[in-house]
């Protein structure tokens, strides 16, 4: 990996912004548009191998801002939550082989008739029997606090505060957060969250997408390209940016307009607007 | 008004979760199911006039738990912060006719390019302008944080604790918060807060409904039944009590399954659920 040089060579492509386009050809066009960072996904990469994905992101020069993703830590019974654990062990050792320093952690959601604050409560315990191994490989566990329109369904981790406060209780440095603009553009105290996660050392990733109206059939799909919807990329990114957070800047945008273009008109696209809202106050 | 006197005799209804039974047939028929208290839309009083809707709940004996609803304070233009200033006094107006002591304020969204930020800190201000004209009245003003999948298009309030925040740098006492389960049942915060509001004296209203899933094609019409979907109504519902607060609690419901079924069958759904997972916990 090299490290990043100016902001706009701190552009990352994750996988699922050019999700029509297969491992191996999107790999290959980001490499093509002198784009230096990608974020891959676990089930993209089985799709070609990960001995082959492995070799491919080297041969090309690029970096892997993240793995996405671990997680699914709230499972019920002691056979599921096993499995969970079995999980993502495999999953650190994919982050490891593909080089990347962060695999993302979708925490999970829950059963109807579940407590939330004790679902909730669980989770740094679980964490901590993860992050031993996650050390040994180098790869650190970034939590990502979801949009609360997914807390039932993918993640009862909602806040920024609340993911800060999980990775310090599983009492684990390796553990920190991914600060993914869609999902907490809206919490009133997004910017002392950020400072705060800055401060601990917690600060794994920032991840890019515009809150669009209106909602998608499938609310997933909703993210907009920067400049599309609704968030103030400039106050999110110089509050990272003070951080001293200094890695690749991750574009992940679930779009279908975007998935119907051509991939190298994609890629300028996002491109043109990470240089113009995001790099611009790095 | 009579004060509620049980648990279960603290139970109003709001009219959008009968939402297609028009204004008087509606109030006749929670009269009618035994059920002492209504909350009120003012689109819907407006339809059967607001002197004939305030008659009807007199000569019915029923108490009005709230007047929905005031807000939209984020208006840009000085023509458009007055029109919204002018309509609040209105519905503060409507709101003392029909007897209620509480107007819900859905405080409004954003511009694509405002900053959310910006535009929060401007609202205790424009509250402040409305207040001393609800004092007068006898009407307090209930801030209602909504689920941050609202939070561009209908209220930049996502947070109970902001909403307190914002209450007390109005400066008034009069303003307030209201507690609506399925706005804020996801946020990690949500017990201290509850408890804080109280503290202040500012918990204005209690309104239940559940998070169900999937989402509606309309995102509005997600709300399930309490029992239906995720929120622990206990946990919630133990922390109002704690508060000492004593007022009615609105079923605030809009569901399209709901609005077909015959109205008395309706309300004695809901009754049911109210009583087993609401009211047990008042």
Redo the contacts between chains.
Sequence with gaps: MTPASSPTSRLSINQWSMRSTPCEQFITAVADAGIGSVGLWRQNVAEIGLAKAAALVRDTGLRVSSLCRGGFLTATTPGDRQAALDDNRRAIDEAHELGTGVLVMVVGG?D?G????RV?AAIPATIAELAPYAEQAGVRLGLEPM???F???RA?L??L??ALQMAAASGHQSVGVVVDTYHI????QV?ESIEAIGRAGRLLSYQVSD?D?P?A?D?LLSRGVMGD??I?FA?LTRAVAATGYADDVETEIFNAELWAMPVAEALALVRQRFHALVAAHL
């Design positions: 829950l109807r579940q407590s939330i604050t909730r949009h609360p329109m807390a039932a369904d009862v909602s806040t505060a609340d553009w809206w919490d009133p910017l809150w109206l909602l059939a609310p919807g609704y103030d106050e």
